[in-house]
């Protein structure tokens, strides 16, 4: 990539992830650190329920996300345009991949491995800040999308949900015993 198309992939990336002390100068000396990957149409960035050992940062190109269904049929989830932060949870709570990611024609990743994810985290520089601000940032707009879905999915005909339903129906669907709310 020239240095043109990084900041411009940087500067949306930050535009997408918002927060305090965004720069797009820290970010690509961050993509700069690791290796990047070029994956053809479709082959598979990272698959379901393998373990996840890295991270991906999108930056050119788009995947498909799917997800196997109960009989065990991949389904489309939908699709992630670059640029964007990819199987990152996987490395934060060492949880298996829970979808695969599939180039859907040419793609472009910087690699972040669980070693290097580690060690750039703890640092006091300005590239480990902007990996946890970014994460962080990643993470809440993951977090406030799902609630909106979930809303979504439960939403009465008056369309008056309060969060208490939406912590109900969110925590049967992890299998957990949850009190209903009062009402």
């Known amino acids: 990539m020239t240095p043109r198309e990084l900041l411009d992939c ?4 930050i535009a997408l992830h918002r927060y305090r002390g965004a720069d797009a100068n820290d970010l690509i000396a961050l993509l700069n650190r690791l290796p990047r990957r070029q994956y053809g149409q479709w082959e598979s960035l ?3 329920g393998e373990a996840g050992d890295e991270l991906f940062f999108l930056l050119r190109g788009a995947v498909e996300v799917l997800k196997e269904d109960t009989g065990g049929q991949e389904r489309p ?16 709570d060492r949880s298996a991949r829970s979808a695969t990611c599939r180039a859907m024609g040419p793609v ?25 601000r970014l994460l962080a940032a990643s993470i809440a707009d993951q977090l406030a999308q799902a609630n909106a ?7 009465p005909a008056d369309g008056d949900v309060s ?16 009190a209903e709310p009062a009402r």
Not at 77 to 92: E, N, Q, R, W
């Open 10 to 13: 940087a500067s949306r990336l």
């Open 46 to 48: 990272c698959k379901e």
């Open 77 to 92: 989830l939908g699709t992630i345009k670059a640029p964007a932060i990819l199987g990152h949870m996987s490395l934060v």
């Open 108 to 132: 472009v990743v910087a690699t972040l491995d669980r070693a290097g994810f580690d060690a750039l985290f703890d640092e006091h520089t300005a590239e480990g800040s902007t990996l946890r």
């Open 149 to 155: 879905h979930l809303r979504d999915l439960i939403a």
């Open 163 to 178: 969060d208490a339903q939406v912590m109900t129906v969110k925590g049967h669907l992890r299998g957990w015993h949850v």
